[in-house]
């Protein structure tokens, strides 16, 4: 059996359950959900088709799909109290805090909150993937002193996402590259949210609870935050011609590279050439090809260098500057494509249940005697 006693520090290659949503294949660089490939997903389907698909085990027909999207859109308003307490955030509040307060609060109200059946489960799940977005864009034009754009049940999941936040839709191929960008971010396996969303659920804790602790570990740079980091370090370089030179940098600091390595992809990740030919696009469309060309420079120099390749957030980054999003948006993006995948996640471990408890190696003082009082 195991050696119990071998440490596997951040858990690095511990298989720690089955899981049927999707598989990951380094050897092979590429992902399937629910055993389709990622690419053709994107390339093929909608986000809401991928929703679908994640929570069901199946791709909808026409009527299942219909239900859906009439389901989910009818499910976007919030309520005004949590209008009220959006007002009441700090307007520098960073947006993944507030997106998670948000979630938090939508637990507090939800109908369902303390049933953690699954049928209560998937209802609750519908209703953030709803809200979320419109959660997101209240609290981020209260910070800009702007009043919130009612969601319009008329528009896709994607084409709404743009109306809340931006107050406007823009040309289909924007929405296009955005609809591909929450399928490539929707599931990815055991990682480090979607792992605290199943420790969490473990313990026979609910949906909400689940989401929220989610939302607090992909806002880190390690994992969500990356996509923020990266567009922070494009607009630092500046130009092209500054980014060898920025990137040599960075070696000499022994510094991280945002953007780039995986924990599980070590030749490349299966997500990356999709996102990038949609970024570039982006850069045909809006006539900005300044942040893909010192993406391609730091790419190359970053294999040469360090045989290190880019992930999902590499491409990411400048593809949502492109589409209009401000920076700290990007990750609450994440949120709201990966609430798909932590619901599915959530589910799963719900359905075939064993508390979640590692163990440790102690290291700490030898025992001894309190001294005499
Ligand atoms: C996501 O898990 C998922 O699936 C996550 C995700 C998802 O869909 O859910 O794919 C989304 O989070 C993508 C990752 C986004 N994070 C970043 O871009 C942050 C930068 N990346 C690194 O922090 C790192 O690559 C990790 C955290 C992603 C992976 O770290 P590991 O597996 O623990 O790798 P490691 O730290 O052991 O690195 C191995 C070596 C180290 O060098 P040595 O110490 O052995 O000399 O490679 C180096 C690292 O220093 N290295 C990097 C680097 N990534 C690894 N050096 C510079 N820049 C980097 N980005």
Known sequence: SENLNEIRKGLVGVVADVS?????MPETNSLTYRGYAVQDLAEHCSFEEVAYLLWNGELPDAAQLADFRKEEASNRAITPA???VIRAFPHDAHPMDAIRTAVSFLGLEDPDTADTSEPATRRKAMRLLARIPTAIAAAHRASKGQAPVDPDPSLSFAENFFHVVLGKVPAPEVVKAFDVSLILYAEH????????????TSTGADLHG????????????????????????LTEIGSPEKAADWLRGRFDHKALVMGFGHRVYKNGD????TMTRYAEKMAEVVGDRRWMEMSRILAAEMLEKKNIHPNLDFPAG???HLMGFDIPLFTPIFVASRITGWAAHVIEQSA????IRPLSQYTGAAQRELPHR
């Open 20 to 24: 049927a949503v999707s598989k990951v």
């Open 352 to 355: 075939d249940n064993r508390l």
């Open 82 to 84: 949590l209008h009220q």
């Open 189 to 200: 396996g055991f990682n480090a949210s979607t792992f605290t969303a199943r420790t969490v």
């Open 270 to 273: 299966s997500r990356v050439p």
């Open 210 to 233: 689940a989401v929220t602790a989610a939302i607090a570990a992909l806002k880190g740079p390690l994992h969500g935050g990356a996509n923020e980091a990266v567009m922070h370090m």
């Open 318 to 320: 400048p593809a949502y």
